[in-house]
């Protein structure tokens, strides 16, 4: 070991290193040159690993197969820029076709040095299709974002030597030649597992258990029954919204709490977070220590950036390991959100909330007829929608996917002809509604189809009070938030369009009309139309209900919380989150 020299000042290379560590990675075949040079000092000087010199890179290739054949352990290769990693091509392709774990680490120096006549810079974003399992670029870690995720990438890459049957693996390392060797203990980075049904399963840890659902297909009773007898062995919840998809006895709509500015709800802090599902929309800010996210897709999903392992398998099975269905069902936790959720509710003034979104989600969802299906607009409706609770038989989707609003009506009417016997709800926008308002003439239309229209003229998400457009004022509806078009809340054009389409037409511009067609709308069983319910609504007043949602409930350290933050920006939520006990 060199007295003189340690590990590089180079985050993303103690990153590596870190990592290489805790994965059992040693195993390194080094060929010579200057772009690696923080790379290849640091693994020498810690005698942990097993350092191997080979000048030629198309023979070190070819070197880390034979090792890793004989083995059964995965090998580095560390080369330079320029043409070297190029003579790893054929070793690669060696690997590739004999799912051999190979990790070539080609060090490179910033990309957007590419095509500009610099020497020894060449472009290796795009690799061939069989020379690797997985390429990631790794750029300098330099703030908490690119450390965190450089830190998903680099557990990416070395999980995907062993994954599937394995093979090789690419990472493009950038380096800024530092001299700076003077780091004596290697921090320690953050590993993330990968656990196969046939693996064994690590403990569960001590405290508090959460459960998060995203944007979840309709769980069967089978996968719900497994998902309670977890909840009941450890005293877990469930959190989700209108598109979790889960109805069982644990779950808490927990949107109106975490949207709280000026309060610091304990309740979403837990020690363990089980992340389930898919893209969700209602951005709730749960406050893990850890995260498991469990899915068959086995992907590293990092959303709340704690995330340790991935069980790649489906949730039944995970969820019925863990389950003791012996042991006595818990639900205090549940308990204490539940009282929480009541008392937030009861703070719930009708006659605080202007007409709005908010308003009429406020009257209308808990009165959805049952066995119904809820479609949710993105953004400004999905939020308000989920301050509110829906019966335990109705099932609600959002287009969370892609996130637009481009079809979100059109996939609300697919929906629909899945089953004519039921009734289909949806809540869309003016600007959503009209950009996707052809789908109205389809003639496979049926009479299930409920659409509410909540026109209030403009894009309203970007005049809310949270949103940085609102800083632009009235000069947002210009182009922000683009006011005025299809009609500027005309109240002839959708009635024309709807009635000659053979639609039901209702129409509200203040809370007494709307509460008058409120029942016609919410019929159960068919009627002899579609029907389009079509409620005017202000910006302003749609942001001023929000606002006081928002602020139903009002705690010292949420004060806080809310007067440090204006007064740090960005960077100081870390400090915020530290102070306030996470």
Known sequence: MDKNHFYTSERSIQILISLLKQYGIKKVVASPGATNITLVASLQQDDWFEMYSSVDERSAAYIACGMAAESGEPVVLTCTGATASRNYIPGLTEA??????????????????????????????VIQNDIALLSEHIPVTTDATTEWSNTVKLNRALLELRHRGGGPVHINLTTTYSLDYSVKKLPQARMIR??????????????????????????????????????????????????????????????????????????????????????????????????????????????????????????????????DTTSPARHDYMDACREELRAIWAKVSESTLPFSNVWIAHKMASSIPGDSVLFLGILNTLRTWNYFDIPDSVYGYANTGGFGIDGYISSFMGASLVHPDKLYFCVAGDLAFFY??????????????????????????????????????????????????????????????????????????????????????LTPGLTDHPMLFEVFTDSKDESDAIRVMNNLNVSAKGVLKEAVKSVVGEKGKEVIKKMLGK
Request: aromatic share 12%; glycine share 8%; hydrophobic share 35%.
């Open 96 to 125: 590739y076709y004999r799912k051999l774990p190979v990790l070539a680490v080609t060090s490179t120096q910033d990309i957007t040095r590419i095509g500009h006549m610099i020497a020894q810079v060449i472009d290796r974003r």
């Open 194 to 323: 990968r656990i196969m049904p046939q693996d064994i399963f690590p403990e569960l840890p001590k405290g508090r258990i959460g459960v998060f659902i995203g944007a979840h297909r309709k769980f069967t009773d089978t996968e719900a029954a497994s998902l309670d007898a977890f909840c009941a062995t450890y005293d877990a919840v469930v959190f989700t919204d209108h598109t979790g998809g889960y109805k069982g006895k644990y779950r808490v709509p927990v949107s109106i709490l975490s949207s709280q500015e000026k309060d610091y709800c304990s309740l979403m802090r837990v020690d363990l977070l089980i992340h389930i599902g898919d893209v969700f929309g209602g951005y709730i800010g749960m406050r893990p220590n850890m995260v498991w996210r469990v899915n068959p897709d086995g992907e590293l999903r990092d959303t709340y950036r704690k995330l340790v392992c991935v069980f790649e398998m489906e949730e039944e099975t995970f969820f019925e390991h863990y389950a």
């Open 436 to 521: 996707d308002m052809n789908v109205l003439g389809n003639r496979h239309v049926g009479r299930n189809v409920r659409i509410l229209l909540v026109n209030n003229g403009k894009g309203t998400e970007f005049r809310n009070y949270m949103h940085p457009g609102a800083a632009f004022g009235e000069e947002a509806d210009k182009y922000i938030a683009a006011a005025g078009h299809y009609g500027n809340k005309s109240h002839e054009l959708v009635r024309h369009y709807a009635e000659d389409l053979g639609y039901e037409y209702l129409s509200a511009n203040t809370k007494e009309e709307y509460l008058k067609h409120l029942d016609r709308f």
